[in-house]
């Protein structure tokens, strides 16, 4: 990370679900980032989200009587071509990579939907109250489709011209199972440092992946091709790369010599949860200095401070090399 960090502490990253439960739509906030960086991350995962991650999709289906997509059946409302534009909103999860052939096989009257396919136990239907097609009394159907695990956007002219078979109608497969991505760049504040960003991404997906799981796969698909830009041997101008164990050896090293009042440095750069920080706040702890000069009771005497924040307080500190105070309580 960028030396900046030193001062103003690590981002911290929060998911927040936009409906309880639902994990395939969430919003993540990371922050706080140096000047800039809101734009680059967000860029960037919003790049690999859209375009690079696997999914499943109808890539081609076959039709007992039907040789091309123009075709008309009997007793058929729609025209084979409305057939697989609705095939294209087909949400699927596909365990391994290897293609599959499913199959509808109906009889009307009768309005077919999603959950009348014949699926194997590789393979899962994600909305299958999506409406295929309209049959008819006295009409039916025989469709095998084949399901394929991919990356991207495929089309189907592209797969006609290297795989042309009589009677395989193909389809345009889009893999993506990302539905949404969207990212704002909003200000953040640490101590007097104003310029600062924090970065807020809304990412929705079909269901085949959770938007956890979304996120993961791109930052560690971008962190594996940022890696052939740098040498895991030598780091350019190390003195500009945070390190945090030199920040907390600076931090016990000031404690130790420089008084309380000749020294104040930001409770906010530790991090705190909204609730522990805005307790210390109010009881009128805004500096590390002040925080340490604090014994566990004195801050448990504090208001809306509970047993949960006092372990949040112990183990921050603990981790910069910092301590509560043994002495007689201070007064705040």
Do not use: W
């Not at 530790?270 to 702890?285: C, H, K, W, Y």
């Amino acid at each position: 990370m960028h030396i900046i960090q030193e001062d103003i502490g690590l981002p911290t990253f929060t998911m927040n679900p936009v409906k309880k439960g639902d994990t395939s739509h969430v919003i993540f906030v990371i922050g706080p980032l140096p000047p800039g960086y809101g734009m680059t991350l967000g860029n960037g995962m919003r790049r690999v989200l859209l375009s690079s991650l696997p999914g499943a999709a109808v890539t081609s289906m076959r039709i007992a009587g039907v040789q091309h997509e123009y075709t008309t059946l009997k007793g058929v409302r729609e025209s084979f071509l409305d057939v697989g534009l609705n095939l294209k909103l087909l949400q699927l999860r596909k365990h391994s990579k290897d293609p599959e052939v499913i199959t509808l096989d109906v009889k009307g009257p009768k309005t077919v939907t999603a959950k009348d396919l014949t699926v194997s136990s590789d393979i899962e239907v994600l909305n299958p109250d999506l409406e295929l097609l309209t049959l008819e009394k006295g009409a039916s159907v025989e469709m095998q489709l084949t399901v394929e695990k991919g990356v991207g956007y495929v089309s189907a002219q592209e797969r006609n011209k290297k795989q042309n078979e009589p009677g395989l109608i193909y389809i345009d497969a889009i893999y993506g199972p990302v539905i949404k991505v969207r990212f704002d760049v909003e200000a953040a504040r640490v101590g007097q440092r104003t310029d600062l960003e924090k970065l807020v991404l809304e990412v929705q997906t079909n269901g085949s992946l959770t938007a956890e799981e979304a996120v993961a796969f791109a930052s560690q698909l971008l962190q594996s091709y940022f890696v052939y830009f740098a040498s895991d041997k030598k780091v350019v101008e190390p003195e500009f790369v945070a390190d945090f164990s030199r920040v907390a050896a600076t931090h016990v090293e000031d404690a130790s010599h420089t008084p309380v009042k000749e020294s104040y440095t930001p409770i906010e750069i530790l991090n705190f949860s909204p609730r522990t920080l805005n307790a210390l706040i109010n009881a009128g702890v805004g500096s590390i200095e002040q925080l340490t000069k604090c014994t566990e009771a004195t801050l448990q005497n504090f208001r809306g401070f509970g047993a949960k924040a006092l372990d949040e307080v112990k183990k921050t500190l603990g981790d910069r090399g910092l301590k509560l105070s043994d002495d007689a309580p201070m007064e705040v």
